[in-house]
């Protein structure tokens, strides 16, 4: 039975197997809410305004541009929030996990490959880098942004958690940098 996961080797581990299988359940459940109309156009709506990081980068950039003491500050966290997307974009081309199959689409992709979520990299990188003042917007956004990637159904669960783990990553890696102090 192909699980979308079948090109890796996996050397007949059952740990592996049955994260494949939870993996697919949790899409499976977390999709069918799409079922609802009002879920499958905010769950499109996100997923058109997060293609590439784009509501994320308009943020920073008006936020550069309404916010002349801190557009520096903008300007850095809309720059880590586009090296998260494109560090997302990279480990696809390594990893190449095809998108599920199981459930149907409710959205056309960029691309074949799921793992991770960039969606969920450029949001989280987002959220992480705008700092503290912005949490109570971004955070939740960025949220529904990585569970609208499951109920649109084109990514796996641990596609949206390491999509999201590397964006807090990136941001948190470059806080220094964006001259943000967290908490």
């Not at 003491?69 to 974009?89: I, K, P, Q, V």
């Not at 964006?167 to 890696?173: D, N, P, S, T, Y």
Request: hydrophobic share 50%; net charge positive; with cysteine.
């Amino acid at each position: 039975m192909d699980h979308g996961t079948d090109h890796v080797d996996r050397g007949g581990d059952s740990t592996a197997r049955g994260l494949d299988g939870m993996d697919r359940r949790l899409l499976s459940m977390v999709h069918a809410y799409g079922d609802d109309p009002r879920v499958a156009a905010t769950a499109r709506a996100l997923s058109w305004s997060g293609e590439h990081g784009a509501l994320w980068l308009a943020a920073g950039l008006a936020g550069a541009a309404v916010d002349r003491e801190r557009r520096g500050a903008w300007l850095r966290a809309s720059a880590l929030t586009a090296t998260a997307h494109l560090a997302s974009m990279a480990v696809k081309r390594i990893v190449r996990r095809p998108r599920p199959t199981h459930v149907t689409p409710l959205v056309r992709t960029a691309g074949r490959h799921s793992f991770p979520s960039s969606h969920a990299a450029s949001a989280v990188a987002a959220a992480v880098a705008f700092g503290a003042p912005f949490a109570p917007v971004a955070a939740p956004l960025a949220a529904a942004m990585c569970l609208s990637r499951l109920v649109v159904g084109v990514h796996y669960p641990t596609d949206v958690a390491a999509g999201a783990a590397l964006g807090a990553a990136a941001a948190g890696l470059g806080a220094r940098w964006i001259g943000v102090r967290h908490g």
